[in-house]
């Protein structure tokens, strides 16, 4: 049999070349991914709240009252009688004083003054009678005069010695250092056996906390601007007026405060007025030095969507939100925002009650994208998210 070429099988060529193809095409053809997920995103649905017209002020407490214990005499510290960081009353004795030396200046002190009355008594004796000799005739003028003097010394002398009893018992008195309020009281500067006299500085320092003072300052126009409203003094202004304190660690403080004081001139250098506000501390959680935020409020104000502080986004054309519209959308919402209320801020416009705004997985997302919205609850003091079954708890 004679073996047959390919070329002359004019057919078979074109029909090897199609299968290869097809199988070639079949290989290199990619599968279809399934269509993605929409991303999961949290959102919350704003409400409206009563706003009221308010300021934010950074602010630093202060004692209501503060007295350095300092020596009034030379002595050495003998006995300390307090815990540093106590509480403290009114009249304790808190220094003790070595003694030994006033006493002894007190105890010649009133003996001085028992001979000054033993001797002004008989100087008087001796002017009385030399007056009653004097009226017979038998004591010259000269004489009387000099009784008269004597007397007039011995009274003097007298006085003298008083004084100095006086002043040797208040020594005393200081050898005892006493507390001169209810308080807190500070570190001890030194230690017993130092020698301290009133040169010496602060022994220690006992503060008054309960209340205790908020001061800030505010400039020239805002301090104008109250003026014109409240034209009053501050203490009655304070009644038209909510205060209150976020604490350094974001927590609101439990109690209200009142304005008690502004400043009569202004700061040349800052261009400021310092006003001051004060706070009940009875739980003493409140220190001189903390730097607060002070808020104030007008006692009404308006209707208003708070949105969260940290849904709110900037570009060059404003602050905006993104929201999940009816068909599960991300779209973009430009808001005009008011005053910060705790963690939320008012919208003066752009958004509406009910509005789904995102609040987590923002970076996943974009005008347009379809998402998976999860309804959270937000606390809008301290900003925290909670699912919908955590809230109800």
């Known amino acids: 049999m004679v073996p047959v070429k390919l070329s002359q099988r004019p057919g078979w060529l074109p029909v090897f070349c199609l299968i ?36 934010q002020f950074v602010a630093r407490t202060e004692a209501s009252a503060t007295a350095d214990l300092t020596a009034r005499i ?15 009353e009114k009249g304790d004795v808190l220094v ?8 002894a200046n007190l105890d010649q002190a009133e003996a001085e003054l028992a001979a000054a009355r033993a001797e002004l008594e008989s100087a008087r004796k001796n002017l009385r009678r030399g007056e009653e000799v004097a009226s017979k005739g038998f004591l010259s003028d000269a004489d009387l005069d000099q009784l008269k003097d004597r007397f007039s010394a011995a009274e003097g002398r007298l006085k003298t010695a008083k004084a100095a009893v006086d002043k040797a018992s208040t020594n005393l008195d200081y050898a005892e250092i006493k507390a001169p309020f209810d308080g807190w009281i500070g570190k001890l500067n030194f230690d017993v056996g130092a020698v301290v006299k009133p040169v010496s500085g602060p022994i220690a320092e006992v503060l008054v906390t309960d209340p205790i003072y908020v001061q800030f300052e505010v400039n020239e126009a805002d301090y104008v601007a109250f003026r014109r409203t409240y034209r009053t003094s501050p203490q009655v202004a304070s009644d038209q007026l909510d205060l209150a304190l976020t604490l350094p660690d974001g927590e609101t403080y439990p109690y209200d405060g009142t304005l008690d004081f502004a400043d009569v001139r202004t700061e040349g250098n800052t261009g400021t007025v310092a006003i001051r506000a004060v706070f009940p ?32 986004q900037e570009t ?25 209320k705790g963690a939320m801020v008012a919208v003066e416009a752009g958004l509406d009650a009910g509005d789904q705004v995102i609040v987590e997985g923002l970076q996943k997302v974009r005008t347009g994208t379809k998402v998976s919205p999860v309804q959270k609850q937000i606390d809008t003091q301290t900003g925290a998210l909670m699912d919908q079954e955590e809230a109800a708890q």
């Open 20 to 55: 290869v193809m097809a199988f070639l095409s079949a290989c290199s053809e990619p599968e279809q991914s399934a269509p993605a997920e929409p991303a999961s995103v949290s959102v919350i649905a704003v409400e409206e709240a009563e706003v009221r017209p308010g300021r």
């Open 96 to 103: 003790r004083l070595e003694d030994t030396t006033v006493k």
């Open 316 to 340: 060059l054309e404003g602050k905006f939100v993104l929201v999940v519209n009816e068909d599960q959308e991300v779209a973009q919402r430009f808001v005009q925002v008011g005053a910060p």
């Open 281 to 312: 501390n009875p739980d003493a959680l409140l220190l001189p030095g903390l730097y607060v935020t002070l808020r104030i409020e007008g006692q009404s104000g308006a209707m208003q969507v708070l949105v969260p502080q940290m849904a709110l």
């Open 74 to 88: 030379e002595a050495e510290i003998q006995e300390v009688l307090f815990q540093e960081g106590a509480r403290v």
